[in-house]
């Protein structure tokens, strides 16, 4: 594991190329999964910025993940998302990977909707189910890979950040409520972050059920870590694209997307329901 630490003076040229390029005032982010970047292509007033142009950005280098930022409005609220990520198995460290939610922050944007494409564990779901994150399980910063490791800037967030309430309670509520009220059935669930690429074993998924996750993916957690230690609001959002729980012999990057392509109407639905009534 090579270590890099970054500076708020590397959040700062990166929150400072956005703002140059830009007439809107974003006040929540939006991490658009895989297969999920269709909600991007709904935001009004856009401005697109790509991500190889914002200095220190991580490039996305997976099918999905777009690589762009775009501003604007939707559902009258001021937004900036990020159309894909990436991720710590495509070789970044986790501080690069989770730039971007430090430029956020430094954009004063306070409140983040993650969301992301997750095998489901649980053996109720099923895929094309989406799930409310309500705690994670930092099995990839439990052995030692935490976005937080390495010296602390007292300025962007404590030492040691409380995580027992990583995603906001009346956010959660929020959320639930808007599902009932748009008719959308709202899994909810415990979201581990493994560190990837290759998929779970069988022994991978007993061990993972075992110890209280409902859903797995390779991302997510980093960035909301990231995310609460600047003191952020979370809401966090899972796709169930596959379940793991029912004895599938062979998991695809292209069943994910699939899965995703057929739910991201809900899934739009419901966030654009949750920031009409933020």
């Known amino acids: 594991m090579t270590d890099e630490f970054l500076t708020r003076a590397d959040y700062d040229r ?54 762009a930022l775009v501003v604007g409005v939707l559902s009258g609220k001021t937004v900036l998302a990020l159309r894909g990520r990436a991720h710590y198995y495509e070789g970044y460290s986790m501080p690069r990977v989770t730039l971007p939610i430090r430029a956020m922050r430094t954009l004063g944007i306070g409140t983040v909707i993650v969301t992301n494409a997750a095998g489901g564990v649980n053996e109720n779901f099923r895929a094309g189910d989406l799930m409310l994150i309500t705690d994670h399980i930092n099995l990839v910063g439990m052995t030692g890979a935490n976005p937080l490791r390495g010296p602390n800037d007292d300025a962007l967030g404590l030492r040691f950040p409380d995580m027992s309430h990583a995603y906001d309670p009346a956010l959660c509520d929020l959320a639930r409520a808007v599902a009932r009220e748009l008719g959308i059935a709202l899994r909810e669930g415990v979201y581990m972050m493994l560190a990837g690429p290759s998929f779970e074993s069988p022994a991978d998924v007993r061990f993972i059920r075992m110890i209280g996750a409902d859903a797995v993916g390779m991302s997510t957690v980093s960035e909301v870590i990231v995310a609460r230690h600047g003191g952020m609001r979370v809401v966090g959002l899972s796709l169930i694209s596959n379940s793991l729980a029912h004895g599938h012999d062979k998991v695809s990057h292209e069943e994910v997307l699939a899965a995703g392509k057929s739910a991201a109407p809900r899934l739009a639905a419901l966030i654009k329901g949750v920031l009409a009534r933020m």
């Open 14 to 67: 990166a929150a400072q190329f956005i703002a140059a390029r830009t007439k809107h005032k974003p006040t929540i982010g939006l991490v658009l999964g895989s297969g999920l970047n269709s909600l991007a292509d709904e935001i009004a007033q856009a401005e697109v910025i790509p991500f190889r142009d914002i200095p220190g950005f991580p490039l996305p280098t997976v099918e999905g993940h777009s690589g």
